[in-house]
Every structure is written in structure tokens, then in C-alpha cells.
């Protein structure tokens, strides 16, 4: 019972985790993607490079922006596939077509949600990588347990 509880509560939690970033409006959601960007792989370039000059600094953020945010969305619901796949589990839920409807219903609610926050836009695309992250980490656990 407490396993239970505590994977529901973990999983609400995620799942709360991802409105909050979906929250963001556009420019501080990319603020945000720089400034992860700036952190890691500018220090990751500055010990091949010495001092990397501002605008290698922007270029190498403009180049890393993109795929990073795409990263993220995999990620994100890739971390919400193993947590509905362990949570349901609990429950004695074993079918993946359930977990995989969970998490693409979640994602579509998500990009919904991004219509109505300034600057951003629900996207089909991003639905669809948001599953594929779902369903690679639902079938990997679900490969791995039997």
C-alpha cells in the first residue's frame, strides 16, 4: 500500500512538473534551454577551446537550442513512462496499451495547454515525440521485467 502511494504521489508530482514547464511562456522557456545550454556545453567547448568568444557563445547556442528542447520533451516523458509503468504496476495493471494511452492522453492535454500560454503553440510533432519517449521507456521496463 505504501508503494502505492508513494509511486502515485511521485507520478502526480512529474506530472506537475511538466504543466509547470509547459507554463512557461515562450521567452522564458528559451531563456531557460540558453542558459542550460550556456552552462553545460560552453564549459564542455571552453576545455577544447580556451575562451570561447560571445558570439561563439551565441552560435554554439543557436546551433544546441533546438535539439536540446526536442531532448527535453523526450526525457521529460520518457522519466513519466517508467513512473506510469511502475505506478500501474502497483495496481496490478499490466496492459502497456494502457500506460501508452496514459501518457499520449497527458501529452496531447500538454500541448492543449501550451495553446493558451503566451508565445507558444500546441504542436502534433511534439505530441508525437512526447510518445515516442512514453512508449521507448514502457516497452524497455516492460522488456526488462520478464
Known amino acids: 500500500m505504501i ?11 512529474w506530472m506537475i ?3 509547470l514547464f509547459s507554463n512557461q511562456s515562450a521567452s522564458i522557456s528559451s ?6 545550454i550556456k552552462n553545460t556545453i560552453v564549459r ?9 568568444s560571445e558570439e561563439e557563445i551565441s552560435n554554439i547556442i543557436k546551433k544546441y537550442d533546438y535539439p536540446i528542447r526536442k531532448l527535453a520533451h523526450f526525457l521529460e516523458y520518457f522519466i513519466l513512462g517508467l513512473l506510469i509503468f511502475l505506478t500501474l ?6 496492459n ?3 500506460m501508452i494511452l496514459i501518457c499520449f492522453i497527458y501529452a496531447c ?3 492543449f495547454h501550451q495553446l493558451f500560454i503566451i508565445g507558444r503553440s500546441g504542436n502534433f510533432k ?3 515525440l512526447d510518445s515516442t519517449g512514453s512508449i521507448c521507456s514502457i516497452l524497455f521496463f516492460n522488456k526488462k521485467r520478464k
Do not use: A, G, Q
Open 109 to 111: 492535454t500538454d500541448e
Open 3 to 13: 508503494k502505492k502511494t508513494i509511486l502515485t504521489t511521485i507520478t502526480i508530482i
Open 126 to 128: 511534439d505530441i508525437l
Open 44 to 52: 564542455v567547448y571552453k576545455l577544447f577551446n580556451s575562451n570561447p
Open 89 to 94: 504496476k502497483t495496481y496490478k495493471i499490466n
Open 17 to 19: 512538473i511538466i504543466f
Open 31 to 36: 531563456n531557460n534551454s540558453h542558459s542550460i
Open 96 to 98: 502497456i496499451y494502457i
